[in-house]
């Protein structure tokens, strides 16, 4: 996993709140997630972005009530916790409420799949500059509007290791009905290689099992693209 910050960096980081503090989960999980990135985090260090330093039995009981639970607890419910002061509990509730606006947004917000053009309009200007293999899953509802894009790996020059359980753990936690796999040849040319081929149709395979459609996969390269439906290779 690559590490987005130095050490350095992180012993300044952490160190005012580190200062006569117990090195706790919280802030055990919150320097992994400063390190390799939020969207590569547990749960838990999510929340030690969002907290900061609390008690070990705070993360523990707030791990174990869950997402969803934890969302319709007030501010009130969570000043009763250890460590959890008005502050935080405000930080954690603005949080949540974030996301449920997020949610609300209307369906004309979420862009719509309705050709391989437009599912690469939205990630050629970014991809084709990356210089190792990155692994993307654009996820859709059922009109094809796009719920969220997830890096499933990244990868060394030339490959990128893919299992069907990181792409669909995603797609089951947006409650995703289809899937457009996405990933860049950093050598420019978006020609399928044959491990693109066997890794696409064992993903098929497991989205088959599941109830998850696999739509295309799209092989991004420097300004040209390579899409498997109109290939005929899936």
């Known amino acids: 996993m690559k590490q987005l910050w130095n050490d350095e960096f992180l012993e300044q980081y952490n160190r005012p709140v580190q200062s006569g503090v117990q090195r706790s989960l919280s802030l055990q999980v919150r320097e992994e997630a400063i390190r390799y990135g939020v969207d590569s985090s547990e749960l838990s260090g999510v929340l030690g972005c969002i907290l900061g330093p609390v008690p070990d039995?705070?993360?523990?009981?707030?791990?174990?009530?869950?997402?969803?639970?934890?969302?319709?607890?007030?501010?009130?419910?969570?000043?009763?916790?250890?460590?959890?002061?008005?502050?935080?509990?405000?930080?954690?509730?603005?949080?949540?409420?974030?996301?449920?606006?997020?949610?609300?947004?209307?369906?004309?917000?979420?862009?719509?799949?309705?050709?391989?053009?437009?599912?690469?309009?939205?990630?050629?200007?970014?991809?084709?500059?990356?210089?190792?293999?990155?692994?993307?899953?654009?996820?859709?509802?059922?009109?094809?509007?796009?719920?969220?894009?997830?890096?499933?790996?990244?990868?060394?020059?030339n490959s990128s290791a893919i299992h069907p359980r990181e792409l669909y753990k995603a797609a089951v936690r947006c409650s995703a009905a289809g899937v457009v796999l996405v990933h860049n040849h950093p050598s420019g040319d978006p020609t399928p290689s044959k491990q693109d081929i066997e890794v696409t149709k064992r993903l098929i395979e497991a989205g088959n099992i599941i109830g998850i459609n696999v739509l295309d996969h799209l092989v991004i390269g420097d300004k040209k693209f390579v899409s498997f439906k109109a290939r005929g290779l899936m």
């Open 57 to 157: 039995e705070t993360m523990e009981f707030l791990l174990k009530k869950g997402l969803r639970a934890l969302a319709q607890m007030s501010p009130e419910e969570l000043l009763n916790l250890p460590g959890i002061g008005i502050e935080k509990s405000i930080r954690l509730a603005a949080a949540f409420e974030l996301a449920r606006r997020m949610a609300r947004l209307m369906p004309e917000d979420r862009p719509q799949i309705k050709s391989p053009e437009d599912a690469v309009a939205l990630v050629m200007e970014e991809m084709r500059y990356l210089d190792r293999e990155h692994f993307w899953s654009l996820l859709l509802n059922t009109k094809n509007q796009v719920l969220a894009r997830e890096t499933i790996s990244i990868g060394t020059l």
